[in-house]
């Protein structure tokens, strides 16, 4: 238990340090951007006073330096500031788009592991078979594929042509299926490998060919014995992968103009917009930070063979 502590306190330190030097960075980005959000505000016929005036407002006349002790002391305190373009508290914004990029990125794991475990199952089992093979071309063509092409290719297929699923934005659960499916199968193959190698790893075991030698039967083995213990890594990756797919939800949520952070961090960028871009980008550092912590105990709880140092 001291050394599960241990580890915890020491990941917390490194990841309030990532999360520092994120904001750092993120920040000294928005700063050495060409031009300024105040003059995309503003019309051209605006005097240089009124100008002025309104950067004051908006703390943008303090040295870079200032501005980032004032907004880093505000996060702590749980505000991310004001959004400039939009003229709404970017707490409250990330807060109204969180849920649709999680439950977006929860479907999207949900379908890789439902569809990803049996097939990397079935691959080892038929390893260097007609099925193997197919299945890992198949997979590598999957991870191949822009996610944006493929949104596209599923609203084509799907909505424009087929008229089953609606094309983009929240109207109910059917407006989840498509780019669920954009976001999860070009990860798909990650997880494929991952259980297809583990798998070949376990079946080499001394205790499987004890488990066949006692006369068990094959599906009471690879479900008791095998998957059970190859397992320990896939389900550590869950938890690892999260914040990839998060980043890969910035692409899908603006194909689909779907309502999550990723559609918010984009019109932001385009606005110049730098407050919302730094509240953003700090929640999904923290939601990384977090997600890796969450998987490196699992490692070492699961397999005690893994020191946790």
Not at 34 to 50: I, Q
Not at 88 to 116: F, K
């Amino acid at each position: 238990m001291n050394d599960i502590m241990r580890f915890v306190a020491k990941r917390l330190c490194i990841g309030v340090l990532v999360v520092l030097f994120v904001s750092v960075l993120v920040f000294a980005i928005m700063q050495a951007m060409p031009g300024n959000p105040v003059d995309l505000m503003v019309d051209t016929r605006v005097s240089a006073e009124k100008v002025a005036e309104i950067k004051a407002q908006w703390g943008l006349d303090e040295p870079p330096v200032v501005q980032y002790f004032y907004w880093i002391r505000n996060v702590l305190h749980g505000d991310f500031g004001t959004s400039i373009s939009l003229k709404q508290s970017v707490s409250e914004l990330i807060l109204q788009r969180l849920p649709y990029t999680l439950m977006l990125t929860g479907a999207a794991l949900l379908i890789e592991y439902i569809i990803a475990i049996p097939l990397g199952l079935l691959a080892a089992v038929k390893k260097n078979s007609a099925a193997d093979k197919s299945l890992t071309v198949v997979t590598i063509v999957l991870w191949s594929m822009p996610p944006f092409w493929l949104g596209v290719l599923f609203i084509l297929t799907f909505s424009v042509w087929l008229r089953i699923l609606p094309i983009s934005g929240w109207d109910g659960i059917a407006s989840l299926i498509l780019p669920a499916f954009t976001l999860a199968l070009p990860s798909l193959a990650q997880i494929f490998r991952l259980t297809r190698s583990e798998v070949l790893d376990v079946l080499d075991e001394k205790y499987v060919t004890t488990a066949y030698a006692k006369g068990l039967k094959n599906k009471v083995v690879l479900v008791k014995h095998v998957l059970r213990n190859a397992m320990i890594p896939v389900t550590v990756m869950f938890f690892l992968s999260l914040p990839w797919l998060i980043g890969g939800a910035v692409v899908v949520e603006n194909v689909f103009a779907w309502p999550g952070m990723g559609q918010l961090i984009w019109k932001a960028i385009s606005k110049q917009d730098f407050v919302i871009v730094q509240g953003v980008v700090l929640v999904i550092t923290i939601l990384t930070v977090i997600c890796n912590l969450i998987g490196d105990i699992l490692a070492g709880i699961l397999d005690p063979r893994i020191r946790l140092e």
